[in-house]
């Protein structure tokens, strides 16, 4: 009995490994089974990438990585950055802007304004190869804004008076705690015409456009894609099928291969999705912003 016990341990333990990691085997199965490349194509590199930029441009670090690294890439042929953006910051639009030119110099690149192209997100779209606007997308407002609130009536009806110790006649510029002295002003004006003055002057160089006719394609003017094409901020109106072809065609590839998002984070945003129609059907009340 005892050499029979024996002879079938190996199987015996092999059977109650199973038994007792059953679930986390059939859940290694299942990510096999959902992430598994479905054909042959799937191995293959791509050869054209899409990055996205949507929404206020902060921090751009993803979006600057995501094209220096298609840039570098021998294996990628073009790069196509899709724009529904309404701007945001100088310096990170910037940074966009400067990364499509680096980028240019190694290969093709094409802009799709999907929605919107304005502000920042056009400074940083200035340097591809072509930039195609959805028929109705906006696009310009080609200008700088700086804006505070004067909080100092609140302050007083609720008694509360700001203290402050400065060095330096401008250090108190732009608080909210009282009204901008005019000396202020101009201080900021200067910042202002000056961050103006770059943004279009580089607009003007990158679409060979006049300097001195800025106040028609600047201004802060807001453009339909057909006006935008007139003063010549856009190449073409058309829809992202269109802007993915103008790059297959620019880049010269014969087999477009396009990046495909992760097939985790694709997972993860559905189930996010439905746990938060879940969570409207049970608690219409509850809005999670």
Known sequence: MEFLKKLFSPISATMNYIQNHFKAMLFILLLVVIFA??????FAPNNLEKINLVGPIMDVSEVVAQIDTAAQNSNIQGILLSVDSPGGAVAPSVEIA???KRAKEQKPVVVYAKGTIASGSYYASIWADKIIANPGSMVGSIGVIMQGADLSGVMDKIGIKSQVVKAGKYKQIGTPDRPW??????ELNKVIQGTYDMFTQDVADARGLDIKKRD???NAHIFTAAQAKEVGLIDALGVEYD????????SGVTSPRWNQEDKFDKLMKKLAASSAVVLHTYFPALVLK
């Not at 490349?37 to 799937?42: A, D, F, G, N, Q």
């Not at 002295?181 to 101009?186: A, F, G, L, Q």
């Open 37 to 42: 490349p479905k054909s042959e194509e799937e």
């Open 98 to 100: 400067y990364a499509i």
């Open 181 to 186: 002295k005019n000396y202020e002003v101009k």
């Open 216 to 218: 028609q394609f600047a």
């Open 243 to 250: 802007a993915e072809n103008e790059l297959i065609k620019l």
